[in-house]
């Protein structure tokens, strides 16, 4: 290796260290509010989002040592399941801290390390650990526990040696890695503020009526030009659904989508272990794995049909997917028809509570009969391929982003060991591309 590095243990690394604290304070005896940072947060709390982490009212005493101050780390020592196994870590960024209102500190499955900044960079001590978790080592580590899934920190700290190179190349590893976790968290930003985009317009063409609204009221409708302005009616008229624009049908699901279930082939364990690819496998809610081979080439919707059918707000589980895929037995493939294009079919979906659709008292399902019953306003075809063309550039850019975001996490999974072994150099990659 071209710089010299040299190994310590982790707990020589750290100058404070210790649990977080749920609390049981009480406002009335002059505790103070804290933030509270659980284990399950963690995922978010690390791209910004803090708006999952509860408040919480402590006594001064129990968390003055444990409020949280930019790069430290959190470990997440109880509170894991088989396929997420407790030691998951988080670095408190500056940037995290600030979108708090008040202090921060961390829940009592959690513990917070605070490193020697003479010895080590804190954001290099994150990335290690996170590379240790991703390799599973740190799995070696849990044990069960009245229940529980916990964390033996304290051995973990003692035996865990942490390659160290000088601070420079530390500080430049860290860099490398932060950069592109930037660029997929800026990806995700940029997404949502898209797809927020494209409901809001769906509110008020097809929720709201604003257009219908407006020219009943002799206004213009307000961001349309002329001629979008014209597809729309001037007057409602009633229907089973209530008043709906004139010359619209008071529909059902079933009347535009396409279903392609009869396509789909599911596959055991021991099948995709022997079938390994580069083609995701979907489940009802989410990618389960990646074979060799692929059922589906496009854009479509993937709705939960059992399990995992039904969010906390009565919502379905959706996917949005394009590209080459393969999918199980428990989502629905479903591509919009009669004009609808199969991102309106998304967008409304997001906006339906399908709960009286859901049967199964054990295992929900949403069976093909119940979804093709969920009801659908269908506008006018002139509406509906306005409707298209103009969120079409937002959705294009989504998938964009989201393949970008793919291609970002590969290179960084593929850095990352590379960086902390010192195969490559950070500060000489660094230089090149400057």
């Not at 037995?329 to 399908?354: D, F, Y």
Request: proline fraction near 6%; hydrophobic fraction near 40%.
């Amino acid at each position: 290796m071209a710089i010299e590095w040299r190994a310590e243990l982790l707990r020589d690394l750290i100058v404070t260290t210790k649990d977080g604290d749920w609390g049981k304070g009480d406002p009335e005896c002059g505790h103070s509010a804290y933030n509270v940072i659980r284990g399950t947060d963690f995922a978010k709390v690390r791209f910004g989002d803090v708006s999952c982490v509860p408040l919480r009212y402590l006594p001064e005493k129990t968390v003055a040592r444990r409020t949280l101050e930019p790069n430290d780390i959190l470990i997440e020592t109880a509170g894991g399941t088989k396929d997420r196994p407790t030691g998951r870590t988080l670095l408190v960024t500056q940037h995290i801290l600030e979108r708090f209102s008040g202090p921060v500190t961390c829940a009592s499955f959690a513990r917070f390390l605070r490193i020697n900044t003479a010895k080590a960079d804190p954001a290099f001590v994150f990335w290690y650990l996170q590379y240790l978790y991703e390799k599973g080592e740190m799995s070696q580590h849990q044990v069960q526990h009245t229940g529980v899934a916990r964390f033996q920190y304290t051995r973990f700290a003692e035996t865990q040696n942490i390659p160290l190179p000088p601070l420079p190349e530390q500080k430049a590893i860290a860099r490398i890695l932060g950069a592109l976790d930037d660029k997929i968290e800026l990806n995700r930003r940029m997404n949502a503020t898209l797809e927020a985009m494209a409901r809001a317009l769906f509110q008020s063409w097809f929720v709201d009526f604003d257009p219908v609204r407006a020219k009943q009221e002799g206004r213009a409708p307000a961001g349309l030009d002329e001629a979008t302005a014209a597809l729309f009616p001037d007057q409602f008229q009633d229907s089973e659904l209530g008043p709906i624009p004139q010359g619209w049908t008071a529909a059902k699901l079933g009347q535009v989508i396409n279903i392609f279930d009869s396509k789909r082939v599911p596959l055991s364990v021991r099948e995709r272990e022997k079938r390994r690819g580069v083609y995701p496998y979907h489940g009802a809610a989410s990618v389960m794995d990646y074979i060799d081979d692929y059922l589906f080439d496009g854009i479509y919707v993937l709705m939960g049909e059992d399990g995992s059918v039904v969010n906390k707000d009565g919502t379905p589980v959706l996917q949005y997917v394009w590209g080459k895929f393969w999918v199980n037995n428990h989502a629905h493939v479903l591509t919009g028809k009669e004009g609808i294009c199969t991102e309106h079919i998304i967008l409304h979906l997001k906006g339906c509570n399908i709960t009286p659709f859901v049967n199964g008292a054990v295992q929900p399902k949403l069976n093909q009969g119940n979804m093709n019953r969920i009801d659908f306003v269908l506008p006018s075809s002139p509406v509906s391929k306005a409707f298209g063309e103009a969120i079409a550039p937002l959705f294009a850019r989504i998938r964009a982003n989201v393949d970008e975001s793919r291609t970002l996490a590969t290179l960084r999974d593929t850095l990352l060991p590379k960086l902390l072994s010192g195969e490559i150099s950070a500060i000489n990659k660094e230089r090149i591309a400057g």
